[in-house]
């Protein structure tokens, strides 16, 4: 996800050395800044849809490859997309928005006994050496 953000930054800080414009007091967007914006966006998704199509066919995410883990139902099988995508990460991320605390707890849900976050109780997941 941090790579996504270069041309972001890139972006921006090229657009924040336009003094003509400040000097002329203009608060007009940059293009540059909104193109930089869309790239970011853009490379997030990307990401995103990588780890969800790696996800569904392999169990694991670029990190989980890098790390020799996977992600697997209770009973070994593949999570597929729904439990692995759906309700592994997005249901959790829609909880995580609207209650505060719920993302340090399912954080920290790993250290209770079955090693296992929130959202792989709700998942009905679990990560497993690859």
Same mark, same amino acid.
């Given at each position: 996800?941090?790579?996504?953000?270069?041309?972001?930054?890139?972006?921006?800080?090229?657009?924040?050395?336009?003094?003509?414009?400040?000097?002329?007091?203009?608060?007009?967007?940059?293009?540059?800044?909104?193109?930089?914006?869309?790239?970011?966006? =853009?490379?997030?998704?990307? /990401?995103?849809?990588?780890?969800?199509?790696?996800?569904?066919?392999?169990?694991?995410?670029?990190?989980?490859?890098?790390?020799? !883990?996977?992600?697997?139902?209770?009973?070994?099988?593949?999570?597929?997309?729904?439990?692995?995508? /759906?309700?592994?990460?997005?249901?959790? =991320?829609?909880?995580?928005?609207?209650?505060?605390?719920?993302? !340090?707890?399912?954080?920290?849900?790993?250290? =209770?006994?079955?090693?296992?976050?929130?959202?792989?109780?709700?998942? =009905?997941?679990?990560?497993?050496?690859?």
């Amino acid at each position: 996800y941090m790579a996504s953000m270069a041309p972001w930054f890139l972006l921006s800080a090229y657009a924040g050395n336009d003094t003509q414009q400040a000097q002329r007091g203009e608060d007009a967007i940059d293009l540059a800044e909104v193109g930089g914006l869309f790239l970011f966006l =853009g490379g997030l998704l990307a /990401v995103a849809i990588i780890n969800w199509i790696l996800v569904v066919r392999s169990g694991q995410t670029i990190a989980k490859k890098m790390l020799g !883990m996977r992600i697997v139902r209770l009973d070994g099988s593949l999570p597929g997309f729904g439990h692995g995508v /759906v309700l592994r990460s997005w249901v959790p =991320g829609i909880i995580a928005a609207f209650v505060g605390l719920f993302a !340090m707890a399912n954080a920290l849900a790993i250290f =209770g006994k079955e090693c296992r976050c929130i959202h792989d109780f709700i998942a =009905g997941t679990r990560v497993v050496e690859a």
